[in-house]
């Protein structure tokens, strides 16, 4: 695969310029007609580093990336993306395929002195990855498209005192939908979640039963989520829904019930079971089991006797 070109953006009207957009109407915030876009034609793959926020819904946009793997977004799905990720794209080498849609772009200066500026951090889904976007209903698109109209009559209407709490109150309703839709979309979306969570398993079982488990060590959320090929915080959001629990919950039941095995049917000291789960220090393992099961390791094996 050729390396794409990196295009840095840090202004919501240098966004413009580039993609042959007329100036916004608000130097922070602004709603661009996805089908009014004249993309990059220098190359056909390109990465965008952006300095803000961006919520779209699009039609039409080609290939997306995700690590190796691409993923056609022609069906249209929206997808939300926080200041400095990357976003890398292929230019559609059909120039008839009809584009629609839109982009909210959200400069962080815009949220200044608000408590979203604040409060944006807790919606993971804009760090979840592009693969992970989320499908809409026609009803739910029909939600998400009245409020982005709301926002966009806002902002082309006269700027007065009001304007900006108006606008940011229509954005925290968005991302409230938004959040609403992707927990509908956990639950929704069965077969595929729940083979991330048969995966989730394999995976956890491979690992605690591996020979070489002292070298490993435990499992890290990151290095599972990767091998699961979606991101930490779709994978933890997905768990959360699914079962109650996150990811390093589940590393660690599947880490306690592997000690209670080790604990019941080996003669191995405590320690010695501690270093094989792939703990360094023995006194770590035994806080851990407390805390899990309430009764200390020696406790626990103490009952089987």
Not at 153 to 170: H, T, W
Not at 248 to 267: D, F, R, V
């Amino acid at each position: 695969m050729q390396e794409p070109k990196i295009i840095k953006i840090k202004s919501i009207s240098e966004y413009h310029r580039m993609m042959g957009l007329p100036q916004p109407e608000h130097p922070l915030i602004s709603i661009v007609d996805y089908s009014k876009i004249d993309m990059p034609a220098d190359g056909g793959l390109w990465s965008l580093v952006a300095d803000y926020y961006s919520i779209s819904i699009k039609r039409g946009v080609g290939k997306m990336f995700y690590g190796q793997q691409e993923y056609d977004f022609d069906d249209g799905v929206m997808y939300c993306m926080a200041p400095k990720q990357v976003l890398r794209v292929v230019r559609p080498t059909d120039e008839t395929i009809e584009r629609s849609g839109w982009i909210l772009l959200i400069h962080p200066d815009f949220l200044w002195g608000t408590a979203l500026a604040r409060n944006i951090k807790k919606y993971e889904f804009f760090d979840y990855s592009v693969n992970e976007a989320l499908f809409l209903s026609e009803k739910e698109e029909t939600t998400i498209n009245q409020i982005i109209q709301n926002i966009r009559q806002e902002y082309v209407a006269n700027i007065d005192k009001f304007s900006q709490d108006i606008m940011i109150s229509q954005i925290e309703t968005l991302l409230n939908y938004t959040e609403r839709f992707y927990q509908r979309q956990f639950i929704t979306r069965k077969i595929s979640n729940h083979q991330v969570l048969d995966r989730l398993e394999a995976l956890l079982n491979a690992h605690f039963e591996s020979e070489d488990l002292m070298k490993k060590g435990l499992p890290a959320v990151q290095d599972i989520a990767g091998a699961l090929n979606v991101s930490p915080s779709y994978l933890g959001s997905l768990l959360k829904v699914l079962t109650g629990q996150s990811t390093q919950q589940h590393i660690h039941n599947k880490l306690i019930e592997k000690a209670k095995e080790k604990l019941s049917t080996t003669a191995l000291t405590v320690s010695e079971i501690a270093y094989e789960l792939g703990f360094e220090h023995p006194q770590s393992f035994s806080k851990l089991f407390k805390t899990k099961t309430k009764v200390s390791p020696l406790e626990f094996r103490q009952s089987f006797n």
